[in-house]
């Protein structure tokens, strides 16, 4: 039994520290959040689209609402019968003389043949880009974002050390079915991990970089055979021994709606993406929900074993499940105290979420660890409605495709 005294200090020390990283990060999140930002080099934002996302017309407004001095907006869709392409014609009609992005510029890749379709159309749309620009910026279709969000995602870069500067999703339940309120705890749970940490990972959502360091890093040549576009991103920036910043003034909320296949579906396909892109993160977030769920679960069987044999030492196996509750239910209310204070607007929209994410805190490590092993085994994912098979982090096998038209421009 001494050997399970041991364990037990073990997990007590080890989950003081989790909640110390926890609060570190959270006062990083409000120190850094609603700071004005200055520094505003020539940037090209480029938006890759398909199909229509929820709240599609006022996520893509958003986009040109932007308070940024020197910008232009670059869309790209695979194909010019994709239902987004007609609706990003009407908006650049109805933005015309009423935004300050100095061009607007919506282009149809085609199909890809070698990596993701979203890759395939961001280099597409990359190729067009200005010789002028300095700053590349890039975000998703599905995502509504503040007047301020670009002016605080470019900010960062203005250090020589800041590789890429990244945002994340918040989402912001459609509709409060569970499998909704579930998606949103568990992406708010990684959201808690990012801060002025090493194990930042950029997100493709919301990421900015200097022009010159993507040349450098040879990722036109990275992307061309790639998968996800901000891991591959994400692992260059840290073997060239640059910084990925998280921006908590880029947290930016998702309108989102899911049922449980779709979410176990999406789920799988992060973490697999992760384990054959950077093994390294994936082992870690095992290895992490792994100690969480254990702790908990695994410490109050051996107090209840500890106390039906009368161990004198009941009372500190007894305290590690407590701990571990208690942790997870002050990360759970740390997290949304957080969301509460970056997404004012929606926060009435994100109550109902904010309670079963407290609630339900002692869930959510173990519905992860059920995704994560789900994602231990198999190379193939369906993508938007493509099918691909990855061979490695940078050799990706087109399965089925979509077809659409080459290359073209509409001014």
């Known amino acids: 039994m001494d050997l399970y005294v041991y364990v037990c200090w073990l997990l007590i020390l080890t989950q003081l520290f989790v909640l110390y990283l926890a609060f570190n990060n959270y006062r990083y999140a409000l120190d850094k959040y609603g700071k004005d930002r200055f520094f505003m080099p020539r940037a090209a934002l480029i938006i890759p689209c398909k199909d229509l996302d929820a709240n599609f017309e006022q996520n893509i407004s958003s986009f040109y609402r932007q308070d940024y001095a020197d910008y232009v907006l670059l869309f790209v869709v695979g194909s010019i019968e994709d239902a987004a392409y007609g609706v990003l014609c009407g908006l650049k009609g109805k933005f015309q003389g009423n935004t300050k992005a100095k061009n607007v510029s919506i282009f149809v890749a085609g199909p890809s043949e070698a990596c993701s379709q979203k890759l395939h159309n961001l280099l597409y749309a990359y190729r067009q880009v200005p010789d002028n620009v300095e700053v590349l910026a890039f975000a998703d279709s599905d995502i509504c974002v503040r007047s301020v969000w670009l002016r605080n995602l470019v900010n ?17 339940p459609k509709q409060n079915n569970f499998a909704t309120l579930a998606l949103s705890a568990l992406n708010a749970k990684v959201t808690q991990m990012l801060g002025n940490t090493f194990y930042n990972q950029a997100w493709g959502g919301s990421m900015a970089i200097k022009a010159e360091m993507f040349r450098q890093l040879g990722m036109d040549k990275i992307w061309a055979r790639a998968v996800s576009d901000d891991l591959s991103l994400s692992y260059a920036v840290k073997k060239a021994h640059l910084k ?17 296949p779709k979410l176990f579906e999406f789920g799988r396909r992060q973490f697999l993406i992760t384990r054959i892109m950077t093994p390294g993160t994936w082992w870690l977030g095992f290895a992490s929900v792994l100690y969480s769920v254990f702790g908990l679960w695994g410490g109050l069987a ?31 209310i740390l997290r949304q105290v957080m969301a509460a204070k970056v997404l004012k607007e929606d926060w009435p929209k994100m109550k109902v979420a904010a309670g079963v994410d407290i609630a339900l805190c002692w869930l959510w490590s173990s519905l992860i660890l059920l995704l994560i092993l789900s994602s231990a085994f198999g190379r193939t994912i369906t993508w938007r409605g493509i099918r691909y098979k990855i061979l490695g982090p940078t050799e990706t096998v087109v399965l089925n495709s979509t077809e659409g038209l080459k290359g073209i421009k509409v001014e």
């Open 244 to 260: 990925v910043e998280f921006v908590p003034g880029c947290l930016v909320a998702s309108y989102e709606q899911t049922t449980w």
């Open 302 to 332: 051996l107090a209840l074993y500890a106390s039906v044999n009368h161990n004198p030492h009941v009372w500190l196996f007894a305290s590690v499940p407590v701990l571990f509750f208690l942790a997870q239910l002050t990360r759970a």
């Open 156 to 172: 960062p870069l203005r250090h020589k050390k800041r590789g890429v500067a990244s945002g994340y999703r918040w989402f912001v």
